[in-house]
């Protein structure tokens, strides 16, 4: 079974300060990670994902984020966070076998000018 | 490229009458095929997905199904709605392997009265 945890309901920060969204997750094989955000009432957009190689991806809109494996998390980045980055971000985690993927129960961020 | 419609956009409905909520996929072939719900704004819960035409899996029993009529075309279809029912309606499609992102829909906003 495969399932995400993302610890914090709510992040505030102010803009121009670092971002950071925290994703733990688990998995019974090798992790396929990604990341989403959404806008109220629209879509999720795709922002980045882990698939193998560096442990340091880069994304969207000037997002990042590390895999680490020994502490099995994936946290969401941004160095310099806008007040447009205000939404609601989701990390999702898929079995290397597995055509599903498993949400985890999504972080508002908000950013204040 | 490849998009992704979903209609209608919104969609208000008495309880006990049918549902049937379209999505098609424009710009690939043989795409698998999700359909999520997402309550309060919050986590997804995967309802069923599709990996080719006529072959449905359903994650959650329910009074919901699906149907893949076309390759690229995903169908939810409920023959009485309940209350519970409601909810922001997501479908989602991915490429054939399963290290690729999946890519969403704008969703179709479902209230149950």
């Known amino acids: 079974a495969q399932s995400v945890a993302q610890p914090e309901d709510q992040v505030n920060v102010a803009e121009g300060n670092p971002l950071t969204v925290k994703c733990t997750y688990s998995v019974s094989g090798n992790p396929y990670l990604f990341w989403y955000v959404q806008y109220p009432n629209r879509g999720l957009q795709f922002l980045l994902k882990y698939i193998t190689g560096d442990n340091l991806v880069k994304g969207s809109y000037g997002f990042e984020a590390e895999f680490n494996k020994s502490q099995t998390s994936f946290h969401l980045k941004k160095p310099s966070a806008l007040v447009s980055d205000s939404a609601l971000y989701f990390c999702?985690?898929?079995?290397?076998?597995?055509?599903?993927?498993?949400f985890g129960a999504g972080t508002t961020v908000t950013v204040r000018a | 490229s490849q998009t992704i419609h979903q209609w209608p956009a919104t969609l208000v409905q008495p309880v006990g009458s049918p549902l049937s909520l379209e999505c098609t996929v424009e710009g690939t072939s043989n795409p698998n095929l999700y359909w999520y719900r997402q309550a309060a704004g919050r986590g997804l819960q995967l309802l069923f997905y599709s990996v080719g035409i006529g072959q449905i899996s359903s994650e959650v029993p329910q009074n919901l199904s699906a149907s893949r009529p076309q390759d690229r075309q995903f169908i939810l279809s409920s023959k009485k709605l309940l209350l519970s029912d409601s909810g922001f309606y997501l479908c989602?499609?991915?490429?054939?392997?399963?290290?690729?992102?999946?890519?969403f829909g704008p969703g179709t906003r479902l209230t149950v009265l």
């Open positions: 999702a985690v898929r079995d290397i076998n597995d055509y599903k993927l498993s």
């Open positions: 989602a499609w991915s490429s054939g392997s399963s290290y690729n992102e999946q890519f």
